[in-house]
């Protein structure tokens, strides 16, 4: 059966559309209601639908094709764990301009979660959106400094691509990675913030809450700077305490504020997920609610039957990313959390083995596969 793409409908196209919406967001604006996103999404939808082979044999098989979209809550979603197994892109795996690896799982499979990238102007646009609204608060430039390694040293980490991006869209006249192919360079990093200091400059520090740990370490055993930094300094905290038993991230937060001279207020704990391509931003306390841009939203589902709980009750969280639009925009996760307000709170992952509902929905898409 040929499905056939509509008219001006092709990915180039609306990749280029979407790209030009992302950059002329304005938090609050009204160009993002539901009307307007629920249409984005049925176009994204019958694109997907068309051009995707396996997801769309994982449609049908869950009796859902373009005319039954009424907007972005319909799209069936497609869980992580199945990055591990199919390949998921609008179009030729050829067509690839990048390809993201997940870090790993604790499910005990032994290859890593892929995402195909097909537009890297596309991710661009909704990263630097995000970013300036959110850590930058509306600023155009930012003296900053990263602390993970570079896309350079590590082709397949979706971090590194963000962080070096926002810091070429962004950097102002300090700053910069002090990042090497070992870990960070803190003879480096000490230079940065005694500048920052002596031109009372403030700084956008991005790191992860391991590279903030090591940090805070280093600055408890008695290096620690000789004055705050600058006012309007910040954090952007990056998550990702797996490989460290124990390790707090607010405990890690708090101290590193203390000795930087830094309000709580003054962090910016910044969620992603190597599957979805736009990431949600909260201030201050890990705890809050993390807020994304109009184009990515969220709902909790129960783990077994996979319906929608209602706001405030804790279920799995299930991703509409419009800036996914060359792979799959819907994303089923394994991680627990809940709505509240127009924000999520992220509770941890599941334990044991994955959610019933994950788990049936892996199987019907492994199926689509193989009888594409």
């Known amino acids: 059966m040929t499905i056939h793409t509509p008219v001006g409908n092709d990915f180039d196209s609306l990749a280029a559309e979407c790209a030009a919406a992302f950059d002329r967001w304005v938090p609050g604006g009204s160009e993002w209601d539901d009307d307007r996103l629920n249409e984005w999404a049925r176009r994204a939808f019958a694109l997907q639908f068309a051009e995707n082979s396996t997801y769309r044999k994982y449609c049908e098989t869950r009796r859902v094709r373009p005319g039954d979209v009424s907007g972005w809550r319909d799209v069936p ?38 995402h195909l990238v ?43 691509w963000m962080l070096d991006d926002v810091r070429a869209g962004f950097a102002s006249e300090l700053g910069g990675s002090v990042a090497t192919a070992d870990g960070v360079d803190w ?46 300094s910040r954090l952007m905290d990056t998550g990702g305490v797996k490989a460290r038993e124990g390790l707090e991230r607010a405990a890690v937060l708090t101290g590193l504020c203390g000795q ?10 910044e969620f992603g997920m190597t599957e979805l391509l736009s990431q949600r931003y909260g201030h201050g306390d890990p705890g809050v609610p993390l807020l994304g841009p109009p184009w990515l939203r969220s709902w909790v589902l129960d783990p077994v039957t996979l319906e929608e709980l209602p706001d405030g009750q804790t279920g799995i969280l299930c991703h509409y990313d419009l800036a996914n639009l060359g792979s799959v925009c819907s994303v089923l ?10 924000g999520i709170e992220w509770i941890g992952r599941t334990e044991g083995a994955p959610p019933r509902g994950c788990s049936l929905a892996t199987a019907e898409l492994l199926e689509a596969q193989e009888h594409v």
């Open 260 to 269: 930087l001279g830094l309000r709580l207020e003054a962090i910016v704990n």
């Open 118 to 160: 097909r537009s890297p102007d596309l991710y661009r646009a909704s990263l630097r959106a995000s970013f300036r609204a959110f850590v930058l608060e509306g600023e155009d430039a930012a003296n900053i400094v990263t602390l993970p390694p570079s896309f350079t040293y590590d082709p397949t980490l979706s971090l590194g």
């Open 333 to 342: 996760t394994e991680d627990r959390g809940r709505i509240v307000g127009e």
């Open 187 to 232: 003879t480096a990093l000490d230079a940065v913030v005694a500048d920052a200091v002596r031109l009372d400059l403030p700084l956008c520090l991005l790191g992860t809450t391991l590279g903030f740990a090591e940090w805070l370490e280093r600055l408890t055993d008695g290096r620690s700077i000789t004055s705050p930094l600058p006012s309007r």
């Open 77 to 114: 979603p497609v869980p992580t764990a199945a990055f591990r197994a199919v390949d998921l892109i609008v179009g030729p795996s050829s067509g690839a301009k990048l390809t993201f690896l997940t870090s790993g799982t604790s499910r005990g499979s032994s290859r890593r979660g892929r």
